[in-house]
């Protein structure tokens, strides 16, 4: 199924992020945010919505939707070890 996105959004994010056995946030809410793509680049890790996170409460990311359609932050844990998550953001400015 294919994403129809009206009109084209003013920025583009794209980043590397470290994830560890400690929740940590990778990337925050933003209102104008169009679409969340997060792509696993080493390692398991487990996302959810809130600092709370875990391996046990989390979702494993390889079955969560790519691309969002989110405003949400997203916070990830391991649960041993380290990952990498490539994330891209389009976004309009807020």
Same mark, same amino acid.
């Given at each position: 199924?294919?994403?129809?996105?009206?009109?084209?959004?003013? &920025?583009? *994010?794209? *980043?590397?992020?470290?994830?560890?056995?400690?929740?940590?946030?990778?990337?925050?809410?933003?209102p104008g945010r169009r679409l969340l793509s997060v792509q696993?680049?080493?390692? *398991?890790v487990y996302v959810g919505d809130d600092s709370s996170v875990?391996p046990l409460t989390g979702f494993l990311l390889n079955y969560?939707? &790519?691309?969002?359609?989110?405003?949400?932050?997203?916070?990830?844990?391991?649960? *041993?070890?380290?990952?990498?998550?490539?994330?891209?953001?389009?976004?309009?400015?807020?």
């Amino acid at each position: 199924m294919a994403l129809k996105i009206e009109g084209s959004p003013s &920025n583009l *994010s794209i *980043s590397l992020v470290s994830v560890s056995t400690t929740a940590s946030e990778v990337v925050a809410a933003r209102p104008g945010r169009r679409l969340l793509s997060v792509q696993l680049v080493t390692g *398991s890790v487990y996302v959810g919505d809130d600092s709370s996170v875990t391996p046990l409460t989390g979702f494993l990311l390889n079955y969560l939707p &790519n691309p969002l359609e989110t405003a949400a932050a997203l916070w990830a844990v391991t649960a *041993s070890g380290s990952a990498t998550l490539a994330v891209t953001e389009t976004y309009d400015q807020e």
